[in-house]
Structures are given as structure tokens and as C-alpha cells.
């Protein structure tokens, strides 16, 4: 899903902020569940999520690239429309990250259109083998 441009720092902070966007909402879906799987999955299972990252402030430190940070907030933006409900929480989250990284919000809106279309085609993909 791009995430083989993030290094070792970056992944453990994408996992903490993705799992962050899963937990906002107080519900984890099954589809998010899903998502988290294959973002483990492709980190080779092997990342260590912080929870002081997942429950603290965002941490913006080792996203020192814009591809990182796009990379990131896509991420974050598939897990939350994988479960087809962009609950208010779940937009604090995002916008708490957005802002920190300092995003235009006309990217913003591409990202938006992307993350929508990898949802649905994440969610497709696991009807259609499980």
C-alpha cells in the first residue's frame, strides 16, 4: 500500500497513528481491523506500536519528508473510510495530524478522493478471499 518509503522510525510512528485513527471513534470495525492486518503484514509484523504515541500527542519527529507525511496521513485516511463511517472523532485525529504536518488542504482533498478508492478496493479484496 506505499508504505515501503517509510523507515524503521517513520513505521513505528505510522502504526501508533493508524492505530490511533482505528481507536478515535471508541469501536474498532472489522474492516479496520483488516487494514491494521495488512499494514502489520507488510512492516513484516515486526513493529512495536508506542502507546504513549497511540494515547499521547502525535508524534510529527520522524516524518521528515512530505512523502512521509502524504504516505501517512493516506494511511490513516484508508483505516478511517474502511469502515464507511468518517466518525467526528476520527476527523480530530486527522486534522490534528494534518495540521502538524503542516498539509494544504487542496492535498488534502486528493488524498481524501485516493483514501476512499483504496478503501472500497481493500474491503472488496477481503470479501472476495475470506
Same mark, same amino acid.
Given at each position: 500500500m506505499f @508504505?515501503?518509503?517509510?523507515?524503521?522510525?517513520?513505521?513505528?510512528? +505510522?502504526?501508533?497513528?493508524? #492505530?490511533?485513527? %482505528?481507536? %478515535?471513534?471508541?469501536?474498532?470495525?472489522?474492516?479496520?481491523?483488516?487494514? @491494521?492486518?495488512d499494514?502489520? +503484514?507488510?512492516f513484516?509484523k515486526?513493529?512495536?506500536?508506542? %502507546? $504513549?504515541?497511540?494515547?499521547?500527542?502525535t508524534?510529527?519527529?520522524?516524518?521528515?519528508t512530505?512523502?512521509?507525511?502524504?504516505?501517512t496521513? !493516506?494511511?490513516?485516511l484508508?483505516?478511517?473510510y474502511?469502515d464507511?463511517? +468518517?466518525?467526528v $472523532?476520527?476527523s #480530530?485525529v486527522?486534522?490534528? #495530524?494534518?495540521?502538524?504536518?503542516? !498539509?494544504?488542504?487542496?492535498? !488534502?482533498?486528493? @488524498?481524501k478522493?485516493? %483514501?476512499?478508492?483504496?478503501a472500497?478496493? #481493500?474491503?472488496?479484496?477481503?470479501?472476495?478471499?475470506?
Amino acid at each position: 500500500m506505499f @508504505l515501503s518509503s517509510l523507515n524503521d522510525a517513520q513505521r513505528k510512528s +505510522f502504526m501508533a497513528l493508524v #492505530t490511533k485513527m %482505528a481507536l %478515535a471513534d471508541g469501536k474498532v470495525a472489522p474492516e479496520e481491523v483488516a487494514v @491494521l492486518e495488512d499494514i502489520a +503484514f507488510a512492516f513484516g509484523k515486526t513493529e512495536r506500536v508506542p %502507546a $504513549d504515541e497511540i494515547y499521547g500527542a502525535t508524534n510529527i519527529k520522524p516524518f521528515d519528508t512530505e512523502k512521509s507525511r502524504v504516505v501517512t496521513v !493516506l494511511g490513516m485516511l484508508v483505516v478511517a473510510y474502511s469502515d464507511s463511517k +468518517f466518525h467526528v $472523532d476520527e476527523s #480530530t485525529v486527522l486534522r490534528e #495530524t494534518i495540521n502538524a504536518f503542516a !498539509l494544504p488542504e487542496e492535498k !488534502l482533498s486528493a @488524498l481524501k478522493a485516493w %483514501a476512499r478508492k483504496q478503501a472500497d478496493l #481493500t474491503n472488496e479484496l477481503h470479501d472476495l478471499i475470506d
